[in-house]
């Protein structure tokens, strides 16, 4: 079984830009995250997406949006990106929606903002 | 304020012994909890849970102990492998008041284990 799948794995943007970044999560899991993991910090929630709605997100500005897809596959997007943007984005899924599941990620997308 | 702390940022241990990863927590309203290993360029993969109705959760060499009145848990590997050096991650899920979804993460512990 697959698991999930991030793309692209390298990211190189300039301040001020647009970044998409795309999961695809394990077949039959509807719930997809995002997490960010800057340089020396733990992994900090950034979205969460069931059923194409947005569930919940973290604490961050509204530049950072995304939205799920029909096969529940998921984009995050990043406008006017800031240098601290840089950073390794995660991707998880999971199959129990409202209850204590674990969370399955892929391997990330490196995001840098020159 | 981090409400999940990882105060160890390295451990090294020798192959064969015990590593004991630690992690304390801040809300007792904490209901479930989780390890995961990372290695290099890979993402986080799940390693063991454990219910706040629990004290202990063992898998295998793994084995997750919870003191709920301390607010902290530990991750026992026995006996410790080369293999296993990697960054280990602390998770609380906040599922309390109806699922809100993320994971709460420590910053990690860096595991070394020498042959």
């Known amino acids: 079984e697959a698991g999930v799948t991030q793309s692209p794995t390298h990211l190189i943007k300039t301040r001020g830009q647009q970044a998409t970044l795309r999961c695809s999560p394990i077949s039959g899991h509807t719930s997809v995250y995002w997490y960010q993991q800057a340089l020396g910090l733990g992994l900090q929630f950034l979205l969460w997406y069931d059923e194409g709605e947005e569930r919940n997100r973290g604490n961050f500005p509204p530049r950072f949006s995304g939205r799920q897809f029909p096969n529940y596959s998921s984009e995050l997007n990043v406008n006017a990106l800031e240098l601290e943007d840089s950073a390794l984005y995660l991707c998880?899924?999971?199959?129990?929606?409202?209850?204590?599941?674990?969370?399955?990620f892929g391997p990330g997308t490196r995001l840098t903002v020159t | 304020d981090q409400q999940v702390k990882q105060n160890s940022p390295s451990l090294s241990v020798q192959e064969g012994r015990i590593s004991i990863l630690n992690c304390d927590y801040t809300?007792?309203?904490?209901?479930?909890f989780l390890w995961y290993k990372k290695y290099p360029a890979e993402g986080p993969t799940f390693l063991i849970s454990?219910?706040?109705?629990?004290d202990k959760n063992e898998d295998g060499r793994f084995t997750v102990f919870l003191n709920k009145s301390a607010k902290h848990l530990s991750l026992h590997i026995v006996p410790s492998q080369p293999g296993d050096s990697a960054v280990y991650f602390c998770?609380?899920?906040?599922?309390?008041?109806?699922?809100?979804?993320?994971?709460?993460f420590g910053k990690g512990t860096k595991l070394s284990v020498k042959p």
């Open positions: 998770a609380a899920n906040p599922n309390y008041g109806g699922s809100q979804g993320n994971l709460i």
């Open positions: 454990i219910s706040s109705i629990k």
């Open positions: 998880a899924s999971s199959l129990e929606v409202g209850g204590p599941g674990e969370q399955y």
């Open positions: 809300n007792s309203m904490f209901d479930y």
